[in-house]
């Protein structure tokens, strides 16, 4: 006789629970139910969640990227880049496939970019941040002997909802232009759609735009970098009507990463995975140091799987400012970009003060915005994930 279901859950739950004090073996009925819950394991009977992971290859998504891959509770079907973001389109697929190779994912999740401009404006992330991106901050790891997959971001995004045979959670923590052009050109695809998560915005606290050193002088106070880069794809997403969870700011804020955890991950750090975003932390030390760096995509990523611990939100109607100007700021905006937009217009100037910024509006479907989560449990579930025995069945 085979492995009973029971034996097959308390197998898998095993690997995952010293940590959390749930016994290796002899494990009681309602243990496996807790310990599951507790873990993110799959227990039998409870098919992981599909997730496509619409990103822009920073150092966050690297983060969350490993954590999807890993996560007994996530089916990874798909990752997107958006191109208008952080790392350029090439490097950033050959990343993706890089880290995915890791957890030996590479040649079972496809990967591709969209367009590498927002849907309108000229705006960019400070370029010493994409080189940066584009090597994975010097941290060396193997390439992926598969290639990228030719289709655009939204064709992917596009097929593999119509493959699901269930509802998909898209997951976006970069600028949201593919997700916006996906919206507009397939809008029968939204049924497919259970939740959309996204990192993004900021409604009670600052933006986080003027960065000592390489933003100084910038007019803007109020938005965040991804809905900054593409308000009008922001906007597009929060009036479309589908269920959004913005994990913006006004909750990110509270899980910077500090020195102290870095040294915890370092110590725990055991495996290829564990090792690379040990290694980028290191090279990252300055960017710990400055206060500046916070778990962003990654308390996303935890949300899609455990909303209640992650994301206490309320519900209210949102819009993002894209106002045109005839007076733009130039640094940072890049004028090679096309002079049409994606849907035929004329590209425009947007207004860099106000571009991003989140506003409460009369009326509109309601976003549900985070702002409360557990962020110690947040540091804790994340380094368990990295650092626990392999995910059964994934990478196999």
Aim: hydrophobic content about 45%.
């Amino acid at each position: 006789m085979g492995e009973s279901w029971f034996e097959s859950g308390r197998r898998a739950i095993g690997a995952r629970s010293a940590r959390n004090g749930c016994d290796r073996g002899g494990l009681t009925f309602a243990a496996l139910g807790l310990c599951g819950a507790l873990l993110g394991a799959a227990v039998p009977g409870q098919a992981a969640t599909p997730v496509i992971f619409d990103n822009d290859m920073a150092i966050d998504d690297w983060s969350a990227l490993l954590y999807l891959a890993r996560e007994p509770a996530v089916e990874l079907l798909a990752v997107t880049v958006a191109g208008s973001g952080e790392a350029h389109c090439a490097p950033a697929e050959r990343n993706a496939l890089a880290l995915l190779k890791l957890e030996g994912l590479d040649a079972e999740v496809p990967v591709s970019c969209g367009d590498p401009w927002p849907l309108d404006g000229y705006f960019v992330f400070p370029v010493p941040w994409q080189e940066d991106m584009d090597i994975l901050s010097g941290v060396k790891i193997p390439d992926s002997e598969q290639a990228p997959d030719p289709r655009h971001a939204v064709e992917l995004i596009h097929d593999t909802l119509q493959a699901s045979e269930e509802p998909v959670v898209l997951l976006a923590t970069g600028p949201m232009t593919n997700i916006a052009q996906w919206l507009q050109r397939y809008p029968e695809d939204r049924a497919k759609v259970s939740r959309v998560v996204i990192m993004g915005g900021s409604l009670h606290v600052p933006g986080n735009i003027l960065v000592p050193g390489f933003t100084d002088g910038h007019p803007n106070r109020k938005a965040e970098w991804n809905f900054y880069v593409d308000p009008l794809a922001a906007d597009i997403l929060l009036r479309s009507g589908l269920p959004v969870e913005m994990v913006g700011l006004d909750v990110t804020n509270t899980v910077r990463v500090t020195a102290e955890f870095a040294a915890d991950f370092k110590r725990r750090a055991n495996n290829p995975s564990a090792h690379f975003w040990d290694a980028i932390l290191d090279k990252n030390d300055w960017f710990i140091a400055s206060g500046e760096y916070y778990l962003w995509d990654v308390l996303a990523a935890l949300a899609v799987t455990d909303r209640a611990t992650y994301c206490g939100s309320e519900p209210m109607p949102l819009a993002v400012a894209h106002g045109a100007t005839e007076s733009p700021w130039e640094p940072g905006s890049d004028r090679s970009m096309p002079a049409q937009r994606w849907d035929g217009a004329p590209r425009q100037d947007l207004d860099a003060e106000s571009a991003g910024a989140v506003l409460v509006a009369a009326d509109g479907p309601p976003i549900a915005v985070c702002l409360r989560t557990d962020g110690d449990a947040a540091f804790e579930r994340f380094t368990q994930v990295l650092t626990s025995a392999p995910p059964a069945g994934k990478g196999e």
